[in-house]
């Protein structure tokens, strides 16, 4: 993470470095980025660069990092009208929101697809880790809400399901990346997805 003398820049120099580090990390893989093309992007000197962060993964974490709380701060503004919704439409309007986000930030979503590209599963859960954690908590409070109006076992693991919930949306991500035609429709994952979840722990009359 960014040591304090980045935090204290100027709002407008810290997001130029962010912006020339996206362009950086979408036109080349992480191993074949290059800390001289951004600080000659963005005009500062080397020693400023170290200034700020650790080192190239250092900086790469972050722009992830930031990279997830817009997608957080988008996901939860997209969905203040899901209210009256039960947590499994919820969690169809979420992947919807995530689909249109990727639309809307191209570069973003770029980044993550190579991660998940990535052959280095060590580097993958390194890099990735702040996110999954975001994650995980986000899916934690919208699982208790839909226990408290039952229409979420009761009895489930909830850290554990949102774990499994995080980790379902990876590998789809991953097996849509990888493994599907360019013409099968990314909702018909997420669909499939979706019946698998509610399937597994939405409250039945047998629970009873």
Same mark, same amino acid.
């Given at each position: 993470?960014?040591? +304090?003398?980045?935090?204290?820049?100027? #709002?407008? $120099? &810290?997001?130029?470095?962010?912006?020339?580090?996206? $362009?950086?990390?979408?036109?080349?893989?992480?191993?074949?980025?290059?800390?001289?093309?951004?600080?000659?992007?963005?005009?500062?000197?080397?020693?400023?660069?170290?200034?700020?962060?650790?080192?190239?993964?250092?900086?790469?974490?972050?722009?992830?990092?930031?990279?997830?709380?817009? $997608?957080?701060?988008?996901?939860? +503004?997209?969905?203040?009208?899901?209210?009256?919704?039960?947590?499994?439409?919820?969690?169809?309007? *979420?992947?919807?929101?995530?689909?249109?986000?990727?639309?809307?930030?191209?570069?973003?979503? $770029?980044? @993550?697809?190579?991660?998940?590209?990535? @052959?280095?599963?060590?580097?993958?859960?390194?890099?990735? @880790?702040?996110?999954?954690?975001? +994650?995980?908590?986000?899916?934690?409070?919208?699982? &208790?809400?839909?226990?408290? #109006?039952?229409?979420?076992?009761?009895?489930?693991?909830?850290? *554990?399901?949102?774990?499994?919930?995080?980790?379902?949306?990876?590998?789809?991500?991953?097996?849509?990346?990888?493994?599907?035609? #360019?013409?099968?429709?990314?909702?018909?994952?997420?669909?499939?997805?979706?019946?698998?979840? #509610?399937?597994?722990?939405?409250?039945?009359?047998?629970?009873?």
């Amino acid at each position: 993470m960014p040591k +304090s003398t980045f935090l204290n820049l100027a #709002e407008e $120099k &810290k997001q130029r470095i962010i912006e020339a580090a996206i $362009k950086e990390f979408v036109a080349y893989t992480f191993r074949d980025a290059s800390i001289n093309r951004i600080i000659a992007d963005v005009g500062i000197a080397k020693g400023s660069f170290y200034q700020y962060f650790e080192n190239k993964k250092d900086l790469y974490k972050y722009v992830l990092a930031v990279s997830a709380t817009l $997608k957080l701060k988008y996901l939860t +503004s997209q969905m203040i009208e899901a209210k009256h919704q039960d947590f499994f439409q919820i969690l169809r309007g *979420l992947y919807l929101v995530g689909v249109n986000f990727a639309k809307e930030h191209p570069d973003l979503s $770029k980044m @993550g697809n190579d991660i998940l590209n990535d @052959g280095d599963s060590k580097f993958k859960a390194e890099v990735l @880790g702040e996110s999954i954690d975001m +994650s995980n908590v986000f899916i934690e409070n919208l699982l &208790k809400k839909g226990i408290e #109006e039952g229409d979420v076992n009761p009895n489930i693991d909830v850290r *554990l399901i949102a774990h499994l919930i995080t980790t379902f949306s990876i590998s789809l991500n991953e097996y849509y990346l990888t493994q599907c035609k #360019e013409d099968l429709d990314v909702m018909t994952l997420i669909e499939a997805l979706l019946a698998f979840i #509610e399937n597994g722990i939405r409250i039945k009359r047998s629970d009873f």
